[in-house]
């Protein structure tokens, strides 16, 4: 009876629309005399970013950045599945420590339930220390709603100085060939000593919530400041008492947009905070544009997505259909007025704004708008514009049904 009653209770909880105001934020200023902050975030200088977008090249920088390292490597990703990929990266760290370089790996207990298995035994092996973050195998009725909270952060902080952050994982989707079930991905490196303490702060801190093997942030070491000429918002969503940060970002993406913004997401599960981002962007005359994947490897987030295109319609935004088979998307981005760019872990949904740990970055950057703009070319040409006929079409049980669990869920 008690199992019933616990049963319908996660139900109700599961299926009742979320509850979230998101603060109004500022417009992130390009004033150089006046370094504003944003949800509490203060811009960092930061070196030229440099994006990857395929899995091949997310992997080659990774393994790049694993031989180039001298001192730290600390990897925080949301899932760490075996792969052929996956087992390069586990041999290239595995070398760099047994060189003298400090090694952690740290990954979200969903890596556990993916088809391909964890990396968990294969990092034991290698003798890499890992943590897994809130286990789902060591439930306890006082971590009960615990439980909801994930890790979905992506970033690698190397020797304190380098960072590598975005949507990919270490998983064979993540990382492999374009065109042979390889996502598309958006991940971004750049340097930022000042970026980097922060994250190694937060990173110690999860580790130690995480692990009985405690680090120190001494034991890490970070470069001197240098005269770096760019500017970035490094947004660490940490959560455990502390507000979101992410849903404010997005809002303070769509409070500086003038003409147009571009969200790449591949799971965008509506809701009213978030259509009334893009209703008031539209009543501005901003054009606000979402492209989203036809097909995602499990069926159930296609279905949740696909939902809620009706009502991005009617809040006056777009949405474009990626329609291809084989090069599922898996990016985390957006564009605004071609000037200001947002890459991570994020996704356009609830849960990236309430329930899981999230990093993202901002830049204010012409050219990697640029680039970014040009993987958007690239995709509308393998895209169809979702007609209003189309949107009805996907207002069905099963789509509302998987909508309303993955509003906490996904």
Not at 132 to 149: I, S, V
Request: aromatic share 10%; charged share 20%.
């Amino acid at each position: 009876m008690l199992l019933l009653v616990v049963g319908l209770l996660v139900l109700v909880y599961l299926f009742s629309p979320p509850h979230m105001e998101i603060p109004p934020s500022a417009a992130f200023s390009q004033q150089d005399d006046q370094r504003l902050p944003v949800a509490g975030v203060l811009p960092v200088s930061a070196s030229d970013p440099e994006i990857f977008t395929t899995g091949h090249s997310i992997r080659d920088k990774m393994l790049g950045l694993i031989k180039g390292a001298n001192e730290s490597i600390l990897i925080n990703s949301f899932l760490i599945t075996n792969s052929h990929s996956s087992s390069q990266i586990v041999s290239a760290l595995a070398e760099r420590q047994a060189n003298g370089v400090r090694v952690h790996v740290l990954s979200d207990s969903s890596s556990r339930f993916m088809p391909a298995g964890s990396l968990f035994n294969e990092l034991t092996r290698a003798q890499i220390p890992w943590a897994e973050f809130n286990p789902f195998l060591k439930f306890t009725w006082p971590r009960g709603a615990k439980l909801m909270e994930r890790d979905h952060r992506k970033v690698w902080i190397i020797d304190g100085r380098t960072i590598f952050l975005g949507g990919a994982n270490i998983t064979g989707e993540s990382l492999g060939q374009p065109g042979h079930y390889g996502n598309i991905d958006f991940m971004v490196a750049f340097e930022s000593p000042d970026a980097a303490r922060s994250l190694i702060e937060n990173f110690v801190y999860t580790w130690n919530d995480s692990s009985t093997d405690s680090i120190r942030v001494e034991d890490f070491s970070i470069p001197e400041k240098q005269p770096l000429h760019a500017e970035a918002w490094v947004f660490d969503q940490q959560l455990d008492g502390q507000e979101p940060i992410i849903g404010s970002m997005f809002s303070s993406l769509f409070a500086t947009a003038r003409r147009e913004i571009w969200l790449l997401h591949a799971y965008t599960f509506t809701s009213p905070p978030l259509l009334r981002m893009i209703k008031n962007a539209s009543e501005r005359d901003v054009e606000v544009n979402l492209i989203l994947p036809k097909y995602t490897i499990n069926p159930r987030f296609t279905y949740a997505a696909h939902y809620g295109i009706q009502d991005i319609q009617e809040a006056g935004g777009r949405v474009w259909m990626h329609q291809s088979e084989t090069l599922p998307a898996h990016f985390k981005g957006a564009i605004v007025d071609n000037q200001w760019t947002s890459i991570g872990s994020a996704n356009f949904n609830y849960r990236s704004f309430a329930l899981s740990r999230e990093i993202a970055v901002v830049f204010s950057d012409p050219e990697l708008a640029r680039q970014l703009m040009s993987t958007v070319q690239d995709l509308k040409r393998d895209s169809q514009l979702v007609s209003p006929g189309e949107a009805r079409s996907y207002r069905t049980f099963r789509h509302w049904f998987w909508w309303s669990l993955l509003q906490r869920g996904g």
